[in-house]
């Protein structure tokens, strides 16, 4: 079995599984958006990738607002100094997260997407917890059956899901890795990567549905090769000053 059959076997487990959580998820992105706030997204670790899909890319808009801490996520140093061991220490560190929200206003109507392969990393788990219980939905983009394979690391015995209104199934296996090699006596390829782009790809355009229909809609950032020079250059700028304007209603100036 190829990595690329196994993949296909995965989305289609998502495609069978999730379209109800998708449908709430994107329903909490439209409602925060649409009414000028954010979607706060933060990941650690590789989960840092979907961040970033979510915006700022091409076919992409504002209201999305990115959290990551480099210090949890700078991989490819691997060793010595800004290494992996030190990284993976600190996603697992009690308290972070609080020093993370201080930077911002965390206001209900907004709302934070939250996304950890494992479920169980410190961080991830407390941004989600300050989060809700500041009144903002949650939503957690994770592995229910890798986080449910151990008991769980936090002090309060609790996993990164019991803090979610929503919960997107990567619906990866426990480790993540989805094929068996002969000669090796542990599975290879990882797929929580593609899971994660294919989930918030297809909330990225449900709330985009949403948000049309609703007379919201944010600039898109498009290439010129799509709608011309002229046109991409002033959907980037517009993209760029509203994001501005909503980051900045939510970093915390003490005013």
Same mark, same amino acid.
């Given at each position: ?15 069978? &599984? ?23 997204? @933060? ?8 961040? =970033? ?6 076919? &992409?808009? *504002? ?51 939250? @996304?950890?392969?494992? +479920?169980?990393?410190? #961080? ?9 219980? $500041? ?7 994770? &592995? ?21 209104? #929503? #919960? ?20 290879? +390829? ?11 790809? =297809? ?9 049309? %229909?609703?007379?919201?809609? *944010?600039?898109?950032?498009?290439? %010129? ?18 994001? $501005? +304007? ?7 100036? +003490? #005013?």
């Amino acid at each position: 079995m190829t990595w690329i059959e196994e993949a296909r076997r995965l989305l289609d487990r998502i495609e069978a &599984s999730q379209s109800g959580a998708i449908a709430e998820a994107s329903r909490i992105c439209a409602d925060a958006i649409g009414s000028g706030g954010v979607v706060h997204t @933060f990941g650690s670790g590789h989960s840092r990738i979907p961040v =970033e899909e979510m915006f700022p890319r091409y076919g &992409s808009f *504002p209201g999305f607002h990115p959290i990551v801490e480099l210090s949890t996520t700078f991989h490819t140093q691997v060793v010595g100094a800004n290494g992996q061991r030190q990284a993976m220490f600190l996603e697992r560190v009690e308290g972070l997260a609080r020093q993370i929200w201080d930077n911002f206003t965390l206001r209900p109507a907004d709302a934070l997407m939250v @996304f950890s392969a494992s +479920g169980n990393n410190a #961080v991830t788990l407390e941004m989600a917890a300050i989060a809700r219980e $500041a009144g903002l939905k949650v939503v957690a983009v994770t &592995s229910v059956a890798q986080s449910m394979a151990g008991e769980p690391r936090h002090s309060s015995g609790t996993r990164l899901l019991d803090h979610a209104d #929503v #919960v997107l199934d990567l619906c990866t296996p426990p480790g993540d890795a989805l094929c068996e090699v002969d000669g090796v006596d542990v599975p290879v +390829g990882p797929g929580s990567t593609l899971a994660g782009v294919a989930l918030v790809n =297809e909330v990225k355009v449900r709330t985009a549905e949403r948000l049309a %229909a609703m007379g919201r809609m *944010p600039a898109v950032l498009t290439a %010129a090769t799509v709608v011309g020079a002229e046109r991409s250059r002033k959907l980037f700028d517009e993209a760029y000053l509203d994001h $501005a +304007g909503r980051a900045a209603r939510v970093l915390r100036s +003490g #005013v």
